[in-house]
């Protein structure tokens, strides 16, 4: 069953504590990458990879970290750094970055509470 | 600057009526414009995508159009359900050859189909 999924769907965290978001596909995509969602705003981006072990800034990449060691693979940590962390995370993949291969599939995403 | 706008910012219909949402769009080079749809809580899901030469394509009650001269689009759902209840993303394109980063989203649309 091809996809992309993400865990874990809820997530809830301390303030001042780092937390991994995964995001796993077996599409065979080559690019991956995370967006951030909040209430009344459209999806910004926050990092995007296009290769395994290349990956480059969104618009919104401070207080985040990526590695894109495996192609299946595009974990997101939210550190401490982030001064508004409490978003719903979604995770997409395409199969390129050009053109008609763009088209980006999401997961279901995971949704982040700092308490 | 590249920007999509999205009207109106939400919508309640009765079930089995029609409806159309709209997206206005100042993205140069256009390359693409896709709909998408995002249930509460869940990731978004393709609907339709249109190059520049296509100007309507349909998915089941789903209809999208484009004009690329006046740079708008509209989505068109026919014989609304329940089930449509839900998010309606605008999302463009530009194409600059490679680069991702290159998605513009709107803010979308809410839609609330009652009975």
């Known amino acids: 069953d091809g996809g992309i999924t993400q865990s874990p769907k809820y997530l809830f965290r301390k303030e001042g504590q780092n937390v991994t978001l995964s995001c796993e596909q077996n599409?065979?995509?080559?690019?991956m990458y995370w967006y951030r969602q909040d209430p009344g705003q459209g999806l910004r981006l926050i990092y995007y990879?296009?290769?395994?072990?290349?990956?480059q800034k969104g618009d919104i990449a401070e207080g985040y970290s990526v590695s894109r060691e495996k192609k299946e693979s595009f974990p997101l940590t939210v550190t401490s750094a982030q001064k508004n962390p409490t978003a719903f995370y979604l995770c997409?993949?395409?199969?390129?970055?050009?053109?008609?291969?763009?088209?980006?599939?999401f997961g279901p995403g995971t949704r982040l509470t700092v308490l | 600057k590249n920007q999509v706008e999205q009207s109106p910012q939400s919508l309640i219909i009765l079930e089995g009526k029609n409806c159309t949402l709209q997206?206005?769009?100042?993205?140069?080079?256009?390359?693409?414009l896709r709909w998408y749809k995002q249930d509460t809580g869940r990731g978004p899901v393709s609907l339709t995508i249109?190059?520049?030469?296509?100007n309507t394509k349909s998915n089941g009650r789903y209809t999208a159009t484009l004009d690329a001269d006046t740079k708008q689009s509209s989505l068109h759902i026919t014989a609304s359900q329940l089930s449509d209840s839900a998010s309606y993303i605008c999302?463009?394109?530009?194409?600059?050859?490679?680069?991702?980063?290159?998605?513009?989203f709107g803010k979308g649309t809410k839609l609330s189909v009652k009975p």
């Open positions: 997409a993949s395409s199969r390129g970055t050009g053109g008609k291969y763009n088209e980006q599939f």
């Open positions: 599409l065979n995509h080559d690019a």
């Open positions: 990879s296009q290769i395994v072990n290349d990956f």
């Open positions: 997206c206005n769009y100042t993205v140069s080079p256009f390359s693409n």
């Open positions: 249109m190059t520049f030469s296509e």
């Open positions: 999302v463009v394109s530009a194409n600059y050859g490679g680069s991702q980063g290159n998605l513009i």
